[in-house]
T-cell receptor, first 111, second 112 residues
Framework: SQQGEEDPQALSIQEGENATMNCSYK?????LQWYRQNSGRGLVHLIL?????REKHSGRLRVTLDTSKKSSSLLITASRAADTASYFC???????????FGAGTRLAVHP | DGGITQSPKYLFRKEGQNVTLSCEQN?????MYWYRQDPGQGLRLIYY???????QKGDIAEGYSVSREKKESFPLTVTSAQKNPTAFYLC???????????FGSGTRLTVV
């Protein structure tokens, strides 16, 4: 079962532009996490936001969480070609210590 | 450096064969997970283990088996009962419920 659904499925932008990806989920959560996956590689943890937090920053990343709408967004500012990857949201709605992943957003950043 | 090591990186299986994917971590994490990823899709949970000598089925456990005899190791066996095993397999571990997962680099399994 997939809990999180990312939108859009694919995003193509130019270097320097901002990229925004959205995630919606269905049931209550304790936290929501974002991961990046380069082609053919494992996932890399980017940021975790707890259900009592509304916004979190890490470098060029900004994550928001709206529990009333059951949605989150990931903003990458001033994107670079190296940001080209798939981005996944994951929630702990699967139970204690068990993450459920969405299908991901494929981001392409063109030089 | 601490991390998760998956091996082999590529694995080819003949029809009717069982194959075992290795996952080793030196992060001292109690919880370990196996996910399957099909092209263009998200991750689906196969099995997970919260502690040594204990594991639970995930959403797609049929045709797979695991063991957790050591904290560091969580091997996954893809049995002949798994009819469509061609996929990318990812192992992960975590320190706890409010921590992110650390993933291995994956094993790509192909049926020949």
């Amino acid at each position: 079962s997939q809990q999180g659904e990312e939108d859009p499925q694919a995003l193509s932008i130019q270097e320097g532009e901002n990229a925004t990806m959205n995630c919606s989920y269905k049931t209550s959560i304790n936290n929501l996490q974002w991961y990046r996956q380069n082609s053919g590689r494992g996932l890399v943890h980017l940021i975790l936001i707890r259900s009592n937090e509304r916004e979190k920053h890490s470098g060029r990343l900004r994550v928001t969480l709206d529990t009333s709408k059951k949605s989150s967004s990931l903003l990458i500012t001033a994107s670079r070609a190296a940001d080209t990857a798939s981005y996944f949201c994951a929630t702990d709605a699967g139970g204690y210590n068990k993450l459920i992943f969405g299908a991901g957003t494929r981001l392409a950043v063109h030089p | 450096d601490g991390g998760i090591t998956q091996s082999p990186k590529y694995l080819f299986r003949k029809e009717g064969q069982n194959v075992t994917l290795s996952c080793e971590q030196n992060l001292n994490h109690d919880a370990m997970y196996w996910y399957r990823q099909d092209p263009g899709q998200g991750l689906r949970l196969i099995y997970y283990s919260q502690i040594v000598n204990d594991f639970q089925k995930g959403d797609i456990a049929e045709g797979y088996s695991v063991s957790r005899e050591k904290k560091e190791s969580f091997p996954l066996t893809v049995t002949s009962a798994q009819k469509n095993p061609t996929a990318f397999y990812l192992c992960a571990s975590t320190a706890g419920a409010q921590a992110g997962y650390t993933f291995g680099s994956g094993t790509r399994l192909t049926v020949v």
